[in-house]
């Protein structure tokens, strides 16, 4: 037994070398770039989502009112006897009305019809034309009757077909003008029709 104890360095044994192994390198410290970058990636998604709730809860303002139809921003009024005009033909009579637009766009007419089949109609100015809101519009409309045989003895509520068009529609609306638009009627077939009757 020797005297030596094992306490100690090791020390390589015959033949052999001993190699000093390099101390493990440190890892570098992160760029600031990559670190920015890292965050900005962490806190790109709760950004989003915090914009997507402020959008969608945002007060919006509401939508702008639609164009009311043309049949409801129209009245039309019945203004008595005129002269027919000249180059009328026989049977013929005039009267005029006034048509009013109370609010919206303009309103174009694009025809004026009555529902008797013995009379034709024309009118001043000629259709197409346009009225707008605050502008009253007079137009003279003469009827001349082509048979007495149809149309009626006493109109009770005789009307006027207008088509009528605006930006946002195109209607045909039945106008009633009245009593006294009815009595001038009436009175203005009798005697167009008195020789045949």
Do not use: W
């Amino acid at each position: 037994m020797s005297g030596t104890t094992g306490i100690g360095p090791v020390e390589p044994g015959e033949g052999t070398h001993g190699r000093d192994l390099p101390e493990p390198e440190a890892a570098p410290p992160p760029h600031p770039g990559r670190r920015r970058a890292t965050l900005a990636l962490a806190v790109t998604p709760a950004l989003l989502a915090a914009g997507g709730y402020l959008y969608a809860t945002r007060p919006h303002d509401p939508p702008p009112p639609e164009v009311p139809y043309p049949a409801q921003t129209v009245a039309f009024a019945f203004l008595g006897d005129r002269v027919p005009p000249p180059g009328a033909p026989p049977r013929s009579f005039s009267f005029a009305v006034r048509m009013s637009v109370l609010e919206g766009p303009p309103v174009t007419v694009p025809r004026i019809g009555q529902p008797y089949a013995g009379l034709s109609l024309t009118e001043k100015p000629p259709v197409p034309f346009r009225t707008k809101a605050g502008s009253p519009r007079e137009i003279t409309i003469t009827m001349h009757v082509t048979d007495c045989a149809t149309v009626p003895k006493d109109a009770g509520l005789p009307f006027l077909d207008v088509t009528l068009r605006n930006t946002r529609a195109i209607q045909v609306q039945s106008f009633i003008l009245g009593s006294r638009y009815a009595q001038h009627l009436s009175h203005s077939l009798k005697v167009a029709c008195s020789n045949d009757r």
